[in-house]
């Protein structure tokens, strides 16, 4: 498993969102003895798309394009990884009474972030949030989530597709993920235009 600090390299700073994501992927690689996914061996289905997924990608491996992670854009802080290896999976849930957001850092940050905040507000922000991400750090993973059975089976592994061309625009679409329509293929835009 890759480091928080290839995690903040490859995120563009620490926040509190990268180290649960680190965390997520730290607890996950100790339940399921997992290690950098080279290919599809780690799969990972998360139920947000937010900083904490950067952490996952870059820890574990687990990208789009490889087709071993899945986003869910549900805002839940809950992240499913599987073991290909082994066929172990765990589901991981974020408790939210362990690292409770500071009442301070929150209106702080709705202010700077709506443009009314000053400078100096901007920095005391920032002070705020790395604050709160160096707790996050210090928790053990373990407190930070609950461990739960997986709700679904591990995903597929990742197809690939040969290219073929819509006969409606003229652009490349994969085969398998466009339509036939008498005989000739178009892609999900231009279907859905009809």
């Known amino acids: 498993m890759k480091s928080y600090e290839d995690a903040i390299a490859f995120h563009g700073h620490s926040c509190g969102g990268l ?62 990884f599987y073991n290909r290896k082994t066929g172990k999976s765990v589901r991981l849930v974020a408790n939210p009474d362990v690292a409770p957001m500071n009442t301070e850092l929150v209106e702080l940050r709705a202010k700077v972030f709506s443009g009314k905040g000053t400078p100096e507000d901007a920095e005391h922000l920032h002070e705020l949030m790395h604050k709160y991400t160096d707790a996050i750090m210090a928790i053990p993973a373990k407190k930070l989530f609950t461990v739960k059975e997986t709700k679904a089976l591990v995903p597929e592994k990742a197809r690939i597709f040969d290219n073929v061309v819509c006969s409606v625009c003229g652009e490349q679409v994969a085969e398998g993920l466009c339509e036939k329509v008498d005989g000739k293929y178009v892609c999900t835009p231009c279907a859905r235009k009809k």
């Open 19 to 80: 180290a649960m994501g680190y965390k997520a992927a730290e607890l996950a690689a100790e339940l399921l003895d997992l290690s950098f996914s080279e290919d599809e061996e780690v799969v990972c289905v998360t139920e947000t798309d937010s900083c904490t997924v950067d952490a996952i990608q870059v820890t574990l491996g687990c990208t789009a394009g490889k087709g071993n992670l899945f986003v869910n854009k549900w805002g839940k802080n809950a992240f499913s």
